[in-house]
């Protein structure tokens, strides 16, 4: 146990030290943020054709409002503290390699739901949308990586309930 939390310990400072780094953010992180805004417009284009996209940010063409996705808001941050539960746990790197994917897909198709949930949220409700986006959302972006990484621990070799001791048998 102690092995898993100094490895998970480095791992995540490590992770979060280089998520600072100036071209971390201009070769990893802006490109990719403006990917989520894409993705999202992308799939809200299907029933609404007023949105676009523009860097980061996602807007209404009739009424002009918009939300930016910024650093937090991207998904990145439960990314690296499932990559670095994941990564200081001993398991077989395959596993870790499929859980790491799999979870990372999780984690952003639930962060779409999100942006776009608090894209129009904000257009019917500004005090809501704040309240979702600062509190609930926050935590379930978490939450989720914290579930994924739950699941993944299930699915390892050797990882499935035992029973104790075997029934004993009739003299």
Not at 161 to 168: G, K, L
Request: glycine share 6%; net charge neutral; aromatic share 16%.
């Amino acid at each position: 146990m102690l092995r898993f939390f100094i490895i998970f310990s480095v791992l995540l400072i490590g992770l979060f030290t280089i998520e600072l780094f100036q071209s971390a953010e201009k070769y990893i992180i802006l490109p990719f943020t403006s990917t989520v805004a894409d993705v999202s417009v992308w799939i809200v284009q299907s029933f609404d054709e007023n949105v676009i996209a523009s860097g980061n940010v996602i807007r209404d063409k009739v009424s002009g409002f918009g939300v930016r996705i910024e650093r937090g808001c991207n998904g990145l941050e439960a990314v690296i503290i499932l990559f670095s539960a994941i990564f200081a746990f001993p398991a077989p790197f395959k596993n870790k390699l499929i859980g790491f994917v799999a979870g990372f897909f999780a984690i952003q198709l639930l962060n779409l739901v999100r942006i776009i949930s608090l894209y129009y949220l904000g257009q019917w409700n500004y005090t809501a949308f704040e309240w979702f986006h600062l509190y609930l959302w926050q935590a379930l972006i978490i939450l989720d990586a914290l579930v994924v990484w739950l699941i993944w621990l299930r699915t390892l070799p050797g990882s499935r309930a035992r029973p104790s001791d075997p029934e004993p048998k009739p003299a």
